[in-house]
């Protein structure tokens, strides 16, 4: 099926910044659509961001990006087959760079998703489908919700300086089950926020952001959460932590600023292990600066036999980084966001890479969304251990959620047809 049309518009993600949208139109009639998250806490290893600059939107325009797609894209995608691997060959021949510094990785990202969109529209599969059979993958399943309930760092305006507080319900045996359990979780701990007189707004990416003074109090409020949902409900529910550390790494210090102290990479491992010891705690992401590597094989050789050492801004989705991370023995699990590296190919490799060593996956959103689902897409495609997606309100992070939901219903009518 031949692409006939490529167009782009500029529109707002979840922060009220612009973003970009592409649509790709098939000779059959039928268009597609896709657009891209932005994150506020970008790595430095992450692939170049298009924005116009100026003092028009502060700077954060994407109307060159729009440009580039209309002008440079779409004149070489017309008349081509709708296929994702030869798009994305071909996007990153017109860019050229190493780091996507001539398109820009978030519109040749928006073009490789509506593409991708497109060949299984063309192909009458799902989009799962398709990214599943493009990597060989003989079947497909789905994540386990990380649901963020506390937000901190970047993502609020608050004390505290870890940036995710997250929980994961565990032992359900269905998707449907899991969101259950997290929407509980949500609003019983909403009622013991107002009960202490904290305020339950929440921050970017739908988790609540009250006034604590540290991280213990957020620590806390979820424990007694659990044990509420232990006693009433019977269910089982671990803690991650995404400490999004790069953020208050200092440079010329070469230490971190931990509220107003300045510690070395040795002490924040030692009060990461003192937290493994006191709370159920599954995960840490991001537990040191993502150029620590000296530490962060000491934090995996300290706590990766006992949790999830996680790596996001450490490998940005880009395989070389994984593949060093992989031997030098510093992380169990990897983060997975296509923005970050600017191809949906690209991103694909980088689970392959994972898989092929046994890693685990954790496909990830940004704090800058917008209503698209396709991570949902991605996550059930490479069968990643986990998504994260956000918390229990807003409604660009529900959606990638409710279409969880979705595909867990087409698998099950699946199953259903093959008995």
């Not at 502060?58 to 691997?85: C, D, F, H, R, W």
């Not at 169990?332 to 994972?354: F, S």
Request: aromatic share 8%; hydrophobic share 40%.
């Amino acid at each position: 099926m031949k692409i006939v049309s490529v167009a782009a518009r500029e529109i707002y993600d979840s922060r009220g910044n612009p973003t970009i949208e592409c649509t790709v139109g098939l000779e059959n009639g039928r268009y597609v659509k896709a657009s891209v998250p932005s994150g506020i806490s970008r790595g430095e290893h992450e692939a170049f961001e298009l924005r116009d600059g100026g003092i028009r939107l502060m700077g954060n325009g994407v109307m060159k990006a729009v440009q580039a797609v209309e002008t440079v894209i779409a004149p070489a995608l017309l008349g081509y087959e709708a296929s994702l691997l030869q798009v994305d060959n071909l996007l990153r021949e017109l860019d050229g760079t190493e780091n996507k510094s001539v398109l820009g990785a978030n519109t040749m990202l928006a073009v490789s998703i509506a593409v991708c969109r497109a060949q299984a529209l063309a192909e009458h599969m799902e989009p799962y489908e398709l990214m599943a059979y493009l990597c060989e993958f003989e079947m497909v399943s789905l994540a386990y919700p990380m649901f963020n309930m506390i937000n901190g760092g970047l993502h609020a305006s608050n004390n505290l300086q870890v940036q995710e507080f997250l929980v994961i319900p565990v032992g359900m045996s269905t998707f449907h089950e899991t969101m259950e359990a997290g929407s509980d979780f949500f609003h019983i701990l909403k009622r013991l926020l107002k009960e202490k007189g904290y305020s339950t707004a929440v921050g970017d990416e739908g988790g609540f952001s009250p006034a604590f003074d540290d991280e213990k109090q957020a620590l806390d409020f979820l424990m007694q959460t659990i044990e509420y949902m232990q006693h009433e409900y019977g269910i089982s529910v671990m803690i991650a932590l995404d400490v999004a550390a790069s953020h208050f790494y200092n440079k010329q210090m070469d230490a971190y600023d931990w509220h107003g102290k300045m510690i070395s990479s040795d002490e924040l491992i030692n009060w990461y292990a003192e937290l493994a010891a006191t709370y159920p705690l599954y995960a840490i992401e991001d537990g040191l600066s993502e150029n620590d590597w000296e530490g962060w094989a000491k934090l995996y050789d300290a706590l990766g036999n006992r949790i999830a050492i996680v790596g996001d801004d450490l490998f940005a989705t880009d395989s070389q980084r994984i593949y060093r991370g992989i031997d030098e023995k510093v992380a169990n699990t990897v983060v997975i966001k296509p923005n970050q590296v600017g191809t949906l190919t690209e991103t694909l490799q980088a689970v392959k890479l994972c898989k092929e060593y046994d890693k685990n996956i954790i496909v990830s959103h940004r704090s800058g969304e917008t209503n698209d689902s396709f991570i949902s897409d991605l996550a059930v495609a490479v069968s990643a251990g986990q998504i994260k997606a956000g918390g229990f309100s807003r409604g660009e992070r529900l959606a990638k959620y409710n279409r969880m939901l979705e595909i867990e219903n087409q698998l099950l009518d699946i199953m259903t047809e093959n008995e």
